[in-house]
C-alpha cells in the first residue's frame, strides 16, 4: 500500500480477510486500496466492515477522509461532506489531510451546484495553505465566476466582484 501497488496489497489483504473477516487493520487497508483503484463500490463496502463489523476499531481521521473519498467518487456529495467534515474535526495534527479535507468539501459542493459553500470551503482550504499559488486562487476566482453565472441583479455584480478583486490580487 505504502508503495502505491494497491493492486497486490488489496490481494495479501483479500487472502487475510478471508481468515479474519473482523480485522479492521485488513478492513481498512482493502477499502484503502479499492478507493485508489477507484473501484468506489466495493470501496465503501470494506468502509463500512471498518466501521460497523470489525472488532475493536480504532476510527481514525484518516479513515473518515478516505470514507470521504469514495462517496465523493460515486457522486454522494452530502455523505462525502459529512465524511470529509468529520475527518477534521478529529484531526489534531495532520495540517495536509485537514487541508485535502477543506478541497474535497468545496469540490462536493460545487458538484452539487452549491457554490456558496463550495466558494465558502475553498476560502478556508486557501487558508488553510502554508503557502498560495496563482492556480489556487484562480480556482476561487473561477468559482466565483461560475456562481455569478446563476446570480442577477446585485448578487451578480458582487460575485463578480469579488473573483475580480482576486484576479487583481493574481495580478500584483
Known sequence: FLQGEFE??????????QTFPKSPALNRISSFDLTNLKRYDEALSYADKLFNQSENAKITESDYLYYGYAYLGKNDYDNAIAMFNKSIELNNDNEQDKSDALKNIASAYES??????????????????KQ????DLGNLAGMYQKHAETLTGTEKEEALKKADSIWGE???
Open 112 to 129: 452539487k451546484g452549491d457554490m456558496v459553500n463550495a466558494t465558502a470551503a475553498y476560502d478556508k482550504y486557501l487558508k488553510s495553505l
Open 8 to 17: 497486490n496489497s488489496l490481494k495479501i489483504a483479500g487472502i487475510g480477510v
Open 170 to 172: 493574481i495580478a500584483e
Open 132 to 135: 498560495l499559488t496563482a492556480y
